[in-house]
């Protein structure tokens, strides 16, 4: 494994992975050289905001953080599983069957995996549930389950960077690995995209699942979220150093705000992809056509002719979509030809219209945003993921890196005391890097 790959010399201590197998080898009463490691790296989205989920043309790129999970196949179909951040342990087998979690509550029974109490408990396991849900969705019949202990990248507020997918991946490639399943990037996306949207009644899109399953160290991965074809754009060659680790002009810096709330309990995002549907809806008919209510079976023309047909919330997230898959565009091409300037300047304006169009964001989450804007070096930054919680993301100069960072981290003090003093301040600001795909090391 070169150093530019994720976990590295660099950028992981393989101490931690040490530990894990020697959990994992305690659970299972094994030796530690039978553990397996998935590595799932978290994810940034520098353009492609809000649209996944209407057929929009997204950019995506994994960073060089995220989740670890050791596991051994089970030697039945038990699965145990333990957290590194949450008490308590997950237990179920992969030969009962999975229901999503709204189906189970409407028909007033408990699924077949325990007892309310043991879900209400262990809520950290939903995920491994939904994997194993979307495997049997999948027509798979699954014999072996995985004991396994699983964790994320040490004091990193993980909010907007897309770990639910993350650890959804990271148990299907465990569970798939355990029961000798050959399974494609592509097929685990919809697999990931089941557990999201149908086990846990998340109405978001393809962008996160793909840019973890898809993405190769230092290119920009492009998915039209319609056809579900993608490629990855790579910028221009760069010099490498003598350790054969690419040196690219560009950091990746993550800024926290200290607000945390998951995406399922926050209604704000729902609505929102409500809204533009209803916004489809009424321009598809305009136009006289008949097809699924998402934005991207609209044309562009077709809006403008017909946007004075929609309320003005609606109008606006339609203005949003429109002007955002442009931006996206755009920004594939400044990236090829390296020109981070232009890169820069399509993010700022993509987080602009999130919070004017998509109105997305709070007061803490837009006075970070603005922040970065005014930090030595940055390109051009924008709220990470769903615009809710979590955090920014900036593209920055990479001898400025490190400045910027300071800059940062005291202004929001200044501006959000009370938040900025709850967060880890060795990891309140993250300079990263790009990351590779999930895998099996």
Not at 6 to 11: L, M
Not at 236 to 243: A, G
Not at 395 to 410: E, I, M, T
Not at 424 to 432: E, M, W
Request: proline content about 3%; some cysteine; hydrophobic content about 35%.
């Amino acid at each position: 494994m070169g150093l530019s790959s994720w976990p590295s010399d660099s950028e992981f201590d393989f101490l931690l992975l040490d530990k894990i197998k020697k959990n994992v080898a305690e659970m299972a009463g094994v030796s530690k050289n039978a553990v397996k490691i998935v590595v799932s790296p978290y994810r940034i989205c520098p353009l492609g905001a809000h649209i996944d989920h209407q057929g929009g043309i997204v950019s995506a790129m994994a960073i060089n953080k995220g989740i670890i999970l050791g596991f051994v196949p089970s030697a039945d179909s038990q699965v145990l599983l333990k957290s590194g951040q949450f008490s308590g342990e997950v237990r179920f087998r992969v030969d009962q069957i999975q229901l999503p979690k709204h189906a189970a509550k409407s028909n007033g029974k408990t699924q077949e995996n325990g007892s309310s109490d043991t879900m209400e408990e262990c809520k950290w396991g939903s995920y491994a549930k939904g994997a194993l849900y979307a495997l049997q969705r999948g027509g798979n019949d699954l014999k072996q389950g995985i004991t396994g202990f699983i964790c994320g990248t040490k004091g990193l507020d993980s909010s907007g960077l897309s770990s639910s997918a993350a650890v959804g991946i990271a148990y299907l490639l465990a569970l798939e690995s355990a029961n000798n399943l050959t399974v494609s990037p592509t097929e685990n996306i919809e697999y990931d995209r089941l557990i999201e949207n149908e086990y846990l009644g998340l109405k978001n899109g393809i962008l996160d699942q793909s840019a973890i399953l898809l993405s190769s160290y230092g290119c920009l991965t492009c998915m039209d979220c319609k056809t579900k074809i993608h490629k990855l754009i790579h910028p221009p060659k760069y010099e490498t150093e003598k350790n054969a680790e690419t040196k690219f002009p560009y950091k990746i810096l993550l800024a926290f705000s200290g607000l945390k709330q998951a995406l399922t309990t926050n209604p704000g995002y729902n609505r929102r992809v409500t809204e533009c549907r209803e916004a489809a809806e009424i321009l598809l008919k305009a136009v006289g056509k008949e097809a699924e209510p998402i934005l991207s079976n609209v044309e562009q023309e077709e809006f403008e002719a017909h946007k004075s047909k929609l309320e003005p919330d609606l109008a606006r997230r339609a203005e949003h979509y429109f002007s955002e898959n442009t931006r996206v565009i755009k920004g594939l091409e400044a990236w090829s030809c390296g020109n981070f300037e232009e890169f820069g300047k399509l993010i700022s304006a993509s987080g602009l219209s999130s919070i004017q169009n998509y109105e997305c964001g709070c007061e803490p989450l837009i006075q970070l945003y603005e922040i970065l804007l005014k930090a030595p070096g940055v390109y051009g930054a924008r709220f990470s993921g769903a615009g809710f919680r979590g955090c920014c993301v900036a593209f920055v100069n990479s001898d400025y890196a490190d400045k910027a960072a300071s800059f940062v981290k005291n202004e929001y003090f200044k501006v959000q005391p009370e938040l900025a003093s709850h967060l880890n301040q060795d990891t309140a600001v993250v300079i990263c890097d790009s990351g590779d795909c999930a895998r099996i090391i």
